[in-house]
């Protein structure tokens, strides 16, 4: 069992920047991947970030791809989001989940442990 907090959410300008941190409690933190996902009032939660256990690869939703950036300190057991160049569509409530594989999985089903989510808002 591992257990999530995240937290830098916040109120930002349109193209002006946060970082998300995701901190994890619970066995070998790099046993884990990690994902970033998404989720607005009324839609279906989505994909924007994975990120594998030793931290070599990532993979982005396309939306957000050369914006956001995902890193992992597993010294810290803790896992970053970057955001950058932030839009108003980019404004949703983040979650970070965690999967019982090092590999990386944009599926949201991959996924068994989650944070409590962290509203990120961006006005235009």
């Known amino acids: 069992q591992v257990q999530l907090v995240e937290s830098g959410g916040g109120l930002v300008q349109a193209g002006g920047s946060l970082r998300l941190s995701c901190a994890a409690s619970g066995r070998t933190f790099s046993s884990y991947a990690m994902g970033w996902f998404r989720q607005a009032p009324g839609k279906e939660r989505e994909f924007v970030a994975t990120i594998n256990g030793s931290g070599g690869t990532t993979y982005y939703a396309s939306s957000v791809k050369g914006r956001f950036t995902i890193s992992r300190d597993n010294a810290k057991n803790t896992v970053y989001l970057q955001m950058n160049s932030l839009k108003p569509e980019d404004t949703h409530v983040y979650y970070c989940?965690?999967?019982?594989?090092?590999?990386?999985?944009?599926?949201?089903?991959?996924?068994?442990?989650w944070g409590q989510g962290t509203q990120v808002t961006v006005s235009s």
């Open positions: 989940a965690a999967r019982d594989s090092p590999a990386t999985s944009s599926r949201t089903y991959a996924y068994p442990y």
